[in-house]
Protein backbone atom coordinates (compact mmCIF):
# COMPACT_ATOMS: atom_id res chain seq x y z
CA UNK A 1 0.00 0.00 0.00
CA UNK A 2 2.94 2.41 0.99
CA UNK A 3 4.26 1.70 -2.70
CA UNK A 4 1.12 2.78 -4.34
CA UNK A 5 0.35 5.81 -2.20
CA UNK A 6 4.31 6.81 -2.78
CA UNK A 7 3.54 6.36 -6.92
CA UNK A 8 0.57 8.59 -6.35
CA UNK A 9 2.48 11.41 -4.20
CA UNK A 10 5.17 11.71 -6.73
CA UNK A 11 2.87 11.64 -10.24
CA UNK A 12 0.94 14.57 -8.23
CA UNK A 13 4.30 16.72 -7.75
CA UNK A 14 5.25 15.78 -11.15
CA UNK A 15 2.18 17.34 -12.47
CA UNK A 16 2.06 20.61 -10.08
CA UNK A 17 6.04 20.89 -11.18
CA UNK A 18 5.07 20.78 -14.78
CA UNK A 19 2.30 23.40 -14.13
CA UNK A 20 3.89 26.19 -12.14
CA UNK A 21 7.15 26.80 -12.36
CA UNK A 22 7.49 28.97 -8.69
CA UNK A 23 6.46 25.12 -7.02
CA UNK A 24 9.40 23.83 -9.06
CA UNK A 25 11.79 25.98 -7.81
CA UNK A 26 10.59 26.06 -4.08
CA UNK A 27 10.54 22.02 -4.39
CA UNK A 28 14.73 21.95 -5.48
CA UNK A 29 15.76 24.63 -2.87
CA UNK A 30 14.01 23.06 0.02
CA UNK A 31 12.43 19.74 -1.24
CA UNK A 32 11.87 18.50 2.71
CA UNK A 33 9.83 21.31 3.70
CA UNK A 34 8.22 21.56 0.41
CA UNK A 35 6.70 17.85 0.82
CA UNK A 36 6.14 18.22 4.65
CA UNK A 37 3.95 20.68 3.95
CA UNK A 38 2.20 19.76 1.01
CA UNK A 39 1.76 15.71 2.87
CA UNK A 40 0.66 17.61 6.06
CA UNK A 41 2.82 15.49 8.28
CA UNK A 42 6.85 16.17 9.31
CA UNK A 43 9.44 13.71 7.61
CA UNK A 44 11.79 13.10 10.20
CA UNK A 45 15.69 14.77 10.24
CA UNK A 46 17.06 11.48 9.16
CA UNK A 47 15.48 10.46 6.33
CA UNK A 48 17.45 12.35 3.08
CA UNK A 49 15.05 13.74 0.09
CA UNK A 50 16.92 14.71 -2.93
CA UNK A 51 15.54 16.13 -5.98
CA UNK A 52 17.41 15.49 -9.49
CA UNK A 53 15.92 17.16 -12.79
CA UNK A 54 16.26 15.08 -15.82
CA UNK A 55 17.16 16.77 -19.54
CA UNK A 56 16.77 15.77 -22.32
CA UNK A 57 20.02 13.57 -23.03
CA UNK A 58 19.79 12.26 -19.33
CA UNK A 59 17.92 9.36 -18.13
CA UNK A 60 17.46 8.54 -14.68
CA UNK A 61 16.16 5.43 -12.87
CA UNK A 62 15.70 4.90 -9.30
CA UNK A 63 15.82 1.56 -7.90
CA UNK A 64 14.05 0.71 -4.63
CA UNK A 65 16.17 0.12 -1.13
CA UNK A 66 16.70 -3.34 -0.72
CA UNK A 67 14.14 -4.50 1.67
CA UNK A 68 15.11 -6.22 4.72
CA UNK A 69 13.46 -9.67 4.45
CA UNK A 70 12.84 -9.54 8.50
CA UNK A 71 10.18 -7.01 8.03
CA UNK A 72 7.67 -6.26 6.11
CA UNK A 73 8.02 -3.62 3.73
CA UNK A 74 4.70 -1.85 4.02
CA UNK A 75 4.74 -1.89 7.93
CA UNK A 76 5.50 1.31 9.64
CA UNK A 77 7.60 1.47 12.95
CA UNK A 78 6.45 2.64 16.77
CA UNK A 79 9.21 4.87 15.96
CA UNK A 80 7.75 5.83 12.77
CA UNK A 81 4.20 6.45 13.49
CA UNK A 82 5.08 8.14 16.19
CA UNK A 83 7.57 10.76 14.09
CA UNK A 84 4.66 11.69 11.45
CA UNK A 85 1.53 11.62 13.88
CA UNK A 86 2.04 14.77 15.04
CA UNK A 87 1.22 16.45 11.83
CA UNK A 88 2.98 19.73 10.75
CA UNK A 89 2.91 22.31 12.82
CA UNK A 90 5.40 24.94 10.27
CA UNK A 91 2.75 27.70 10.14
CA UNK A 92 3.93 28.13 6.51
CA UNK A 93 7.10 29.63 7.38
CA UNK A 94 10.37 28.31 5.43
CA UNK A 95 13.99 27.74 6.54
CA UNK A 96 15.11 30.57 8.83
CA UNK A 97 11.29 31.93 9.30
CA UNK A 98 10.94 33.44 5.66
CA UNK A 99 7.11 33.15 4.66
CA UNK A 100 6.05 30.57 2.10
CA UNK A 101 2.94 30.90 0.15
CA UNK A 102 0.39 28.91 0.68
CA UNK A 103 0.32 25.89 -2.05
CA UNK A 104 -2.74 23.80 -1.04
CA UNK A 105 -2.70 20.08 -0.06
CA UNK A 106 -1.27 17.90 -3.04
CA UNK A 107 -2.23 14.47 -1.62
CA UNK A 108 -3.59 13.18 1.63
CA UNK A 109 -1.25 10.06 3.07
CA UNK A 110 -2.72 9.46 5.96
CA UNK A 111 -6.17 8.78 6.03
Not at 58 to 77: G, H, M, Q, S, W
Not at 102 to 108: A, N
Request: no cysteine; glycine share 10%; proline share 7%.
Amino acid sequence: MLIEQRKQLEQQIIEKVLKDESFRRQLIDDPKFILEYEMGMKIPDSFNIKIVEEDSQTFYLVLPAKINPETDEDELTEADLEMVSGGYGGEGEGEGGDPVPPLGPITQIIN
